[in-house]
């Protein structure tokens, strides 16, 4: 059974820092390029980074760049995402998503809040 599951969202002050995390299982972490989007009410899904399997690639989106990290631990089947100096426009359901070839999954989407 392929799962994707994401956690490490919550409330967090402008200024601020998350570490969101997705746990991937049922299928070979080590061969997806795995990436995370978030997406906010009304408004399309949106690439907020991405990361080709082995980590040695990366690429974000130009409102991210410099503040968020992605990184993944093949070994532990984990990617991470760090997001330092969070501003009230990143929040938004964070998902995280794997793709080899057709085959896409998605995991359940993690809340973020950057509120004062």
């Known amino acids: 059974q392929v799962q994707l599951v994401e956690s490490g969202g919550g409330s967090v002050q402008p200024g601020g820092s998350l570490r969101l995390s997705c746990a991937a299982s049922?299928?070979?972490?080590?061969?997806?390029?795995m990436s995370w989007y978030r997406q906010t009410p009304g408004k399309e899904r949106e690439l907020v980074a991405v990361i080709s399997s082995a980590g040695s690639s990366t690429k974000y989106a130009d409102s991210v760049k410099g503040r968020f990290t992605i990184s993944r631990d093949n070994a532990k089947k984990t990617m991470y995402l760090q997001m330092n100096s969070l501003k009230p426009e990143d929040t938004a359901v964070y998902y995280c998503?794997?793709?080899?070839?057709?085959?896409?999954?998605w995991g359940q989407g993690t809340q973020v809040t950057v509120s004062s």
């Open positions: 049922g299928f070979i972490f080590s061969t997806y390029a």
């Open positions: 998503k794997g793709a080899w070839a057709q085959t896409v999954y």
